[in-house]
């Protein structure tokens, strides 16, 4: 059974750091994208990031772009959004995603999601 | 950036009945290498993180009933649930992946009339 369990949200500041993570299990991690994707409160979703399987190819939204680094570690099956600068507007529930397929263009279609993690950027 | 519009942004149907959704893309995303439409739809029930329900604009995923059902090619495409159930209250999101950045259409909320 597929899973994602995202972890390392919370309260940050204007301008500071942090570290999501996305433990995965019940498949091959190292052979399917990985998607970020948000949600503000009460609000639609939005694209974030993407990487491949290998980790050697990675896109990002215009509004993280430069501030997020996405990243994985296929030793411990964990996906990874670096976020610094953080914003107010970056305030969100936080998804990781799976491909459904190995290579794009199937594998920017997500079929499993987790529950996801809230960051809240507020002085 | 391709731009996803959605409409109606909310619509209540009676149980039993039908419920369109209308999705339009600024910019077709029908590939020619492929010749398939790199459209999504996507259901999110309160609380519930989104869940697939049909990708390449028409193919249904595996558990999804075929009440279900989306059509469209280039820059117009539908997702029709032909009975509303009470277990189809939710939010439902197109989505492109034609071309980075990825985008999701804003979102239509179905109710129950």
């Known amino acids: 059974e597929v899973q994602l369990l995202e972890s390392g949200g919370g309260l940050v500041q204007p301008g500071g750091s942090l570290r999501l993570s996305c433990a995965a299990s019940g498949f091959t991690f190292s052979s399917y994208a990985m998607t970020w994707v948000r949600q503000a409160p009460g609000k639609g979703l939005e694209w974030v990031s993407i990487i491949s399987g290998s980790g050697g190819s990675t896109f990002y939204a215009d509004s993280v772009k430069g501030r997020f680094t996405i990243s994985r570690d296929s030793s411990k099956n964990t996906l990874y959004l670096q976020m610094s600068s953080l914003r107010v507007e970056d305030t969100a529930l936080y998804y990781c995603a799976k491909g459904i397929a190995e290579v794009a263009p199937g594998s920017r279609i997500l079929d499993y999601w987790g529950q996801g993690i809230l960051v809240t950027v507020s002085s | 950036d391709i731009v996803m519009t959605q409409s109606p942004d909310s619509l209540a149907v009676s149980l039993g009945e039908r419920a369109t959704i209308n999705c339009k893309s600024s910019q077709s995303v029908l590939s020619s290498s492929n010749n398939k439409n790199h459209l999504t739809w996507y259901q999110q029930k309160p609380g519930q993180p989104p869940k697939l329900l049909i990708y390449?604009?028409?193919t249904r995923e595996s558990g999804v009933p075929d009440r279900f059902s989306g059509s469209g090619s280039g820059t117009d495409f539908t997702l029709t649930i032909s009975s509303l159930q009470a277990e189809d209250v939710a939010v439902y999101y197109c989505?492109?992946?034609?071309?980075?950045?990825?985008?999701f259409g804003q979102g239509t909320k179905v109710e129950i009339k």
């Open positions: 989505h492109q992946h034609y071309t980075f950045p990825l985008t």
């Open positions: 390449w604009a028409s």
